[in-house]
């Protein structure tokens, strides 16, 4: 299935500027499903009730509130909040450039790539630049009403965009009570380094699925062709309380494996 352009921005250096389209890195692949009504399957839709009454309130007598940490309702109506959204606008603007890995994987949230609008000749260049540089910018852009902070970097040859969390979003490992109880001895620990060596191997992303979601298409499909489907409960062991026997047994199960 070939990329949808999903965007299109100018990237600004200093006083150049390269046009881009942007297409998102990552796509949805969830089941979803319709809500029906049990007796005549017809669809159902979603509504504001009031809770007093049990009445469907309209959309258009429905305001925004915000409750403080003291508990009380603090009224926003659209046009305040349309005033607070950022100046629309194409650019996507550099703001400085850093060493790869400096930006660590908890700030970013989402990918994607970027292709040349109507001129491949600054596209190539910007590649070049980045390809030269070694090293990746901290961009700054506005799409569809919101304000995005960003990376710019280079994957395979490909430019591409990875919007960043924001600071007040990410938590600290410091936050992180420290693990209590008893060091491990010399023999659990020499056991853990032998399981880890046994379990070393290559990324492979393709042996990686979503296996719910494969489950469930299956079971739709068995349902579509009138097959009876037996439902079986999952049972997942208990963990085990004591680490060595617990660490031996994995030892086991990996020889036998390998």
């Known amino acids: 299935m070939a990329a949808r352009t999903m965007w299109k921005g100018v990237i600004r250096l200093g006083e150049a500027g390269v046009p881009v389209k942007l297409y998102s890195a990552i796509q949805d692949q969830s089941v979803h499903f319709r809500l029906l009504h049990e007796k005549d399957r017809s669809p159902v839709k979603q509504a504001m009730v009031n809770p007093e009454t049990d009445e469907v309130v309209p959309y258009a007598d429905i305001r925004r509130a915000y409750r403080t940490k003291e508990g009380s309702l603090v009224m926003l109506d659209k046009e305040e909040l349309e005033s607070l959204e950022p100046e629309p606008s194409r650019d996507i603007e550099v703001v400085a450039f850093l060493h790869p890995h400096v930006i660590d994987h908890r700030w970013y949230d989402r990918p994607y790539y970027l292709?040349?609008?109507d001129n491949d000749e600054d596209y190539r260049a910007l590649i070049a630049a980045l390809e030269h540089s070694g090293k990746e910018g901290v961009v700054r852009w506005v799409m569809r009403k919101k304000a995005y902070?960003?990376?710019?970097?280079?994957?395979?040859?490909?430019?591409?965009?990875?919007?960043?969390?924001n600071e007040e979003q990410v938590v600290s490992a410091d936050s992180l009570e420290p693990p209590k109880?008893?060091?491990l001895?010399?023999?659990?620990?020499?056991?853990?380094?032998?399981l880890i060596g046994m379990l070393e191997a290559p990324f492979e992303p393709e042996e990686y699925h979503d296996q719910y979601r494969d489950q469930v298409k299956e079971m739709i499909a068995a349902k579509q062709r009138g097959e009876s489907v037996k439902v079986t409960p999952i049972r997942r062991p208990k963990p085990s309380s004591d680490l060595s026997k617990a660490l031996e047994?994995?030892?086991?199960?990996e020889r036998k494996r390998a």
Do not use: T
């Open 185 to 194: 001895d010399s023999k659990e620990l020499d056991m853990a380094r032998q």
């Open 249 to 253: 047994a994995s030892l086991k199960q």
């Open 115 to 117: 292709g040349p609008d």
């Open 149 to 165: 902070i960003g990376a710019l970097r280079l994957h395979q040859g490909v430019p591409m965009l990875m919007s960043l969390r």
């Open 181 to 183: 109880g008893k060091k």
